[in-house]
């Protein structure tokens, strides 16, 4: 029977992979039981941490904005760091990249985050083309780092469609030992592929934003979908929550880690039905 990465478990395709970065995230997802990732997007450290610590147990990833903390310092990395080994979870600096090669690896060493020596994935935008990877590849590769490339997107209207989408695919499958899969909406296995190419065996992480249980918009342009839709129906990894879990107090951390405690349970439960 062929082969079809979501009729795998999390272990399984852990083994399918050589980038470390891809094996973690996919063995923290098996060992915590977990396919949630929370997406924390303010801009006061002291609100990030405090977000953090609260949903920790519940996650596999924590998916950060570095760039827009007010009051960044240096300091951050290293509590990040420390929150990352005590609770087992995995670093997303969401940071969308979308420059030439030469430009790219600046951004992704360089600066004032230096992304690469702290964010175990990043992700970037196909459109400048192959030289993207490549720059940031550069940069990752030596450090054990992963990249998603954004082949879809969540919101109404998105550009990331068609053929577009299927260059993105294409581009990703000439580098598999850095890009470990995509910010999609559903499974890319075998999109843009050749007729005469076996991609029988392929295999990406899905990562899912736009996942919500009380909404269908936010008047904004993003559109949610369920945990069971995204994971169940659609095929997709790993779910991306961030308003719907931390909401508008972001000092009630108990009913913080509740829903995150809740929307682990459905994105789990899916992800089970998905194997039955």
């Not at 760091?81 to 090669?101: T, Y």
């Not at 295999?203 to 949610?224: A, R, W």
């Amino acid at each position: 029977m062929a082969y079809t990465a979501q009729s795998q478990t999390y272990a399984k395709r852990a083994l399918n992979f050589e980038n470390k970065t891809a094996k973690l995230l996919l063995e923290t997802m098996e060992r915590k039981k977990t396919n949630l990732a929370v997406s924390v997007d303010v801009t006061k450290t002291n609100d990030l941490l405090a977000i953090i610590e609260a949903v920790a147990p519940y996650v596999c990833l924590i998916k950060t904005h570095i760039d827009i903390l007010e009051d960044f310092d240096h300091s951050l990395i290293e509590t990040l760091q420390s929150l990352s080994h005590k609770h087992d979870f995995v670093i997303f600096e969401d940071r969308k990249f979308a420059d030439i090669g030469n430009t790219v690896a600046l951004q992704y060493s360089s600066g004032v985050h230096k992304i690469a020596s702290w964010a175990h994935i990043t992700n970037a935008h196909p459109v400048p083309g192959p030289s993207i990877i490549a720059g940031l590849s550069s940069v990752g590769i030596p450090l054990g780092r992963g990249l998603l490339v954004l082949a879809e997107m969540s919101t109404k209207g998105s550009l990331a469609v068609g053929e577009y989408t299927e260059q993105a695919v294409k581009m990703a499958r000439l580098h598999r030992d850095f890009v470990i899969g995509f910010i999609a909406q559903r499974r890319m296995d075998g999109v843009g592929a050749a007729s005469t190419e076996d991609t029988s065996n392929e295999d990406f992480l899905i990562l899912t934003p736009g996942i919500g249980l009380e909404s269908k918009s936010d008047g904004m342009g993003q559109q949610y979908r369920t945990p069971r839709e995204a994971v169940l129906d659609s095929g997709c990894d790993v779910i991306i929550v961030g308003r719907g879990i931390y909401g508008s107090d972001l000092t009630a951390v108990d009913a913080i880690a509740a829903r995150a405690e809740r929307y682990m349970a459905e994105g789990w439960a899916a992800y089970q039905e998905r194997l039955a």
